[in-house]
């Protein structure tokens, strides 16, 4: 599964009206990796992952995603990445069963590791319930079972420890690593510095939309 | 991918399914108020109950297919989708074939209501239920573009009506006018010929809308 670049993005850019939120950002990102994106609000870390991840189109420069361009070839895009974005992408009047079996569904996937995929979250107990009934730090747990669904050969994780308790860092944790075990790539963009860096190789701060600095996770400016 | 997008959307209508009862409700409470606009004569009532029926489905229709795409931006759930990948025109065709079934039981659960508010009623009950579901098929597909185009905008409520109902007005004319025929008799078989305008006009509507779904949705 890893590869030599799972990730590669040069001079990618987009602006919101006038605003660059992604001024000029190039990297790479070997196979099986795992990046921490940090820097401040506004900065563009989500929008780099929504970019990545096509569900915004760039105004600048390109990213190639397992070799397919995010614009050009986005639906192959599509089935190697995972996004856990700030919106849960989760239907409110459905239980959390039911969520994720509208997932298997599209993906054409069996549903039959639903169950285990909401015990690995700790939502076994409230599988039947709706995700309307759901606390912040649930309906965050029940998203990133929706990704784990999705096997993704590249995962985004924006903001991950966002509204999620203790336990659910250490889930995050053991997920993250999990993932790289199985030769994911993994993006978190995190304000989290000293957790995140703790399980991530390599880092990369952002500030006004470029990279202000990258190098290994073990070495990341801590302000 | 369809069969999957069906299923999720007849489960989200089933779970929101009290929502239905209001707009039967306001459909009802229409096709009354309408009739107060003509008065007590029943031959009058009679003439216009056709009319009326398609009046009151279609502004009950607005609230379906605005509140058809409530779920998909409350969490950014569409998006969510699209990016698995799900193919926007099977999301559209689940969605739009949900919508045209839950306005064809619309159509016919105000059926019993026209007919005794009008007195209009009939023994070609097969015709009527076909006419009801070919003119809500061209009711369904352009409504749910426009209720996607218009789901963001603050003002959907208005602004969805304002671009469904100029388009529609060839399927609704065609509607109007076979469910009269029906209800009033077709001596000169009639009615068929504007089933087959209604039938025309819907093949249109599903696969332009089907096209054009995926532009709409996506950025």
């Known amino acids: 599964m890893a590869t030599s670049a799972d990730v590669d993005a040069k001079n990618l850019a987009r602006r919101y009206g006038r605003r660059w939120a992604l001024a000029d950002v190039s990297f790479t990102l070997a196979g099986g990796a795992v990046l921490m994106v940090a820097g401040p609000n506004g900065s563009g870390k989500s929008t780099l992952l929504r970019t990545l991840s096509t569900a915004v189109r760039p105004d600048g420069g390109s990213a190639r995603i397992g070799g397919f361009d995010v614009v050009r070839e986005r639906e192959d895009v599509r089935k190697l990445v995972a996004l856990l974005s700030h919106a849960s992408y989760l239907y409110d009047s459905l239980t959390a069963k039911q969520n994720l079996a509208v997932v298997a569904d599209h993906l054409g996937r069996s ?24 606390s912040a730090g649930m309906r965050k747990r029940l998203s990133f079972a929706r990704v784990l669904l999705q096997e ?23 997920v993250v690593r999990e993932l790289k075990a199985g030769g994911t790539t993994v993006i ?34 801590q302000r | 991918m369809l069969i999957a997008a069906l299923r999720k959307e007849l489960l989200l209508q089933w779970r929101s399914r009290a929502q239905f009862m ?10 009354l108020l309408f009739s107060f606009a003509v ?25 379906t297919l605005a509140e058809s ?21 099977a999301l559209y065709y689940g969605k739009a074939i949900a919508n045209w079934l839950q306005l064809t039981l619309l159509g016919i659960a105000l059926v019993p209501v026209m007919v005794i508010l009008y007195d209009a009623g009939t023994t070609r009950v097969g015709s009527l239920i076909v006419v009801i579901a070919l003119g809500t098929a061209g009711l369904s597909a352009p409504g749910t573009l426009y209720a996607a185009m218009t789901a ?26 076979a469910t009269s025929l029906i209800i009033l008799g077709d001596p000169m078989n009639q009615s068929s010929a504007w089933i087959i305008l209604l039938v025309a006009f819907d093949a249109i509507y599903w696969s332009l809308c089907g096209l054009l779904f995926g532009r709409v949705v996506e950025e």
Do not use: C
């Not at chain 1, 993704?152 to 053991?174: H, K, S």
């Not at chain 2, 209001?22 to 096709?31: E, I, K, Q, T």
């Not at chain 2, 007590?40 to 009151?56: D, I, K, N, T």
């Open chain 2, 69 to 89: 795409f409530h779920a998909e931006m409350e969490n950014r759930a569409l998006e969510g989708l699209l990016l698995l990948p799900a193919n926007p025109r």
């Open chain 1, 152 to 174: 993704p050969r590249v995962a985004m994780l924006d903001e991950p420890y966002g509204q999620l308790d203790p336990e659910g860092f250490v889930l995050v944790e053991d």
């Open chain 2, 22 to 31: 209001a707009v039967f409700v306001f459909g009802a409470a229409a096709l």
């Open chain 2, 39 to 63: 008065g007590p004569v029943a031959e009058m009532l009679r003439q216009f109950s056709a009319g009326f029926l398609w009046l009151g489905l279609l502004l009950s229709s607005t609230l």
């Open chain 1, 188 to 221: 978190i963009a995190t304000h989290q510095l000293a957790r995140a860096s703790a399980i991530a190789d390599e880092a990369m701060l952002l500030e006004a939309g470029r990279v202000a600095w990258r190098g290994k996770a073990s070495e990341v400016p």
């Open chain 1, 111 to 134: 549903r039959a590791n639903i169950d285990a995929l909401l015990d690995r979250v700790a939502l076994g107990r409230r599988a039947d319930d709706t995700v309307a009934t759901f």
């Open chain 2, 152 to 177: 963001q905008v603050r003002s959907k409520q208005t602004l969805l009506p304002l671009l469904l109902f100029p388009l529609i007005v060839p399927a609704l004319l065609a509607s109007v006018k």
